[in-house]
């Protein structure tokens, strides 16, 4: 194991937290082994490390959601057990969850105040919950109401109310677990502002992420996890990029966004003059072998684009082809029919049941096909999910595993695994690598690259834009719902262009 603890500014005071020899094991694995670290008061330490690693493990320890089998949690000195996440916020520590755990049904303000509401007589003061959480919404550059039911807004901006329900909580450590994924940058500017001032009162963050620029420009340190024990801890100022990627895969990578040179074939998809909730007049042309790429700050209209173009909204107006056939959606099931495919922005949500096994969730679009005398034969299921978990490489390779119970880059892959049993022939790739590390983003991109090979054809939505950038064959930027510029060689433009152009100018 690999420690860089020096540095010429490293003051160090008692830790806020120390844990010691923390293991976790649960039936036939071991999550966590041996991890020994220290997070000290006024410090962002990021944790990085590949799916799988055991970063969501040593968080759930840290939020009392998980007791460890092994070791002690110190808080301050003093050995504590954090037996329930109430106990661990009673000390302090509290999280922002990469899937934002809220309640979609009450408001902004009541999320923000959900467990220390504010009560006159007997009765919730709703109106100063109101103008308290609007205050502080203003005071961090959110632009949210705090009105609003907290399911109206986006995953993004949902994502930014729990972090400022944290900011309220009298935290002692907050973590931050891949708090930008769904964000803009402007979005993500105004939440690196809220870490530092958090940071600079005293309070100490715990931030993991997979952007390993968004490490280099916030993090103080950074520990690598690997296969549940910890590889290193390095000082930011005397690291880099290829140092920590090899400490997280134990060898050089190579270039993370995978690009195929693809001959571009016919026309699939064609979309004219397309309007529905959320967005007007679009065109777009998507080729067997291309990827079409959308742009844009959130509320931009993408999502509800593809939406609609997958069957789930209806158009107001304007015409689609696919395959040179007229394409009028009625709902997804008749989209799904005609050949498309959609990988949601919310795997969680939208993409799996999390309940079910791998095998069931790999073959959810294709039990017509593996159904014999009107029953699903499992012995086919079975041959099917062996085939997808190896060429997709799912981690632990076992298809009776509740999906549920995958790492976030593993899930992915299962979603993407269902689509590819179906046999579509448009792939609309929402968000696709959210949540992912770098070894299982240049996993993702293989696949995509296979999909185009085999004469499909992709349509990308990211907001991390060197992703959108770097993979795109055409790159459509929206603004307010509607088509901003379509760059037809995004790679020869400017990234300053592209983002201009997501902003309205």
């Not at 020899?21 to 966590?32: D, E, H, Q």
């Not at 109310?161 to 803009?184: C, G, M």
């Not at 910890?230 to 005397?238: A, G, Q, V």
């Not at 499992?378 to 549920?404: F, Q, S, W």
């Amino acid at each position: 194991m690999t420690r860089v603890e020096s540095s010429p500014s490293a003051a160090r005071h008692q830790p806020l937290v120390r844990l010691e020899g923390i293991g976790k094991s649960f039936p036939g694995t071991v999550a966590l082994e041996g991890i020994t670290l220290e997070i000290f008061p006024g410090e962002v330490l990021a944790i990085v490390g590949e799916n799988g690693a055991g970063k969501s493990t040593l968080i759930k320890i840290l939020t009392g959601a998980h007791v460890p089998t092994t070791g002690d949690i110190h808080v301050e000195g003093h050995v504590v057990t954090l037996p329930t996440p109430a106990k661990a916020q009673a000390l302090g520590l509290n999280a922002v969850h990469q899937e934002v755990v809220l309640c979609p049904h009450l408001t902004v303000a009541e999320n923000i105040y959900l467990g220390i509401e504010k009560t006159g007589r007997g009765v919730l003061d709703k109106p100063w919950m109101q103008a308290q959480s609007q205050a502080l919404l203003d005071e961090l550059g959110f632009d949210i109401d705090a009105s609003v039911e907290l399911g109206s807004l986006s995953i993004g901006r949902q994502q930014l109310v729990a972090a400022a329900r944290a900011k309220i909580r009298a935290s002692r450590l907050i973590i931050f677990d891949e708090p930008t994924a769904y964000l803009t940058r402007q979005e993500t500017e105004r939440l690196f502002s809220l870490i530092r001032s958090l940071r600079d009162t005293g309070v100490a963050v715990l931030y993991i992420s997979h952007r390993m620029e968004e490490i280099f420009e916030l993090c103080d340190r950074a520990c690598v996890l690997r296969d549940g024990r910890l590889i290193s801890t390095r000082w930011i100022t005397e690291t880099n990029q290829e140092q920590l990627i090899r400490d997280m895969v134990n060898r050089d990578l190579g270039d993370v966004h995978y690009k195929e040179a693809i001959d571009r074939g016919d026309v699939l998809l064609e979309v004219r003059n397309l309007s529905g909730a959320g967005f007007e007049d679009m065109n777009l042309t998507v080729h067997r072998g291309e990827v079409v790429g959308l742009f844009g700050l959130i509320g931009a209209g993408r999502s509800e684009f593809v939406q609609t173009v997958f069957g789930r909204h209806a158009a107001s107006t304007g015409t689609m082809t696919l395959q040179g056939r007229e394409y009028a959606p009625k709902n997804v099931a008749h989209a799904i029919r005609r050949g498309m495919a959609l990988i949601p922005e919310s795997r969680k949500i939208q993409g799996l049941c999390l309940n079910q096994t791998v095998e069931f969730n790999l073959g959810l679009n294709a039990f017509r096909r593996l159904t014999r005398r009107w029953l699903v034969s499992n012995v086919l299921m079975r041959a099917t999910a062996d085939r997808m978990v190896a060429l997709l490489d799912i981690h632990p390779p076992d298809p009776t595993i509740e999906v549920g119970n995958l790492s976030g880059g593993n899930q992915q892959k299962v979603v993407i695994g269902r689509w590819m049993n179906h046999g579509a022939e448009v792939f609309i790739f929402d968000e696709p690598t959210v949540g992912v590390d770098v070894k299982t983003k240049r996993q993702i991109y293989l696949l995509l690259a296979g999909l185009l090979k085999k004469g499909a054809g992709v349509i990308l939505i990211s907001s991390y834009l060197p992703e959108v950038y770097d993979l795109s064959d055409r790159l459509i930027v929206m603004y307010r719902g509607k088509t901003r510029r379509v760059f037809d060689r995004p790679r020869e433009v400017a990234h300053d262009v592209v983002l201009a152009a997501a902003l309205g100018e």
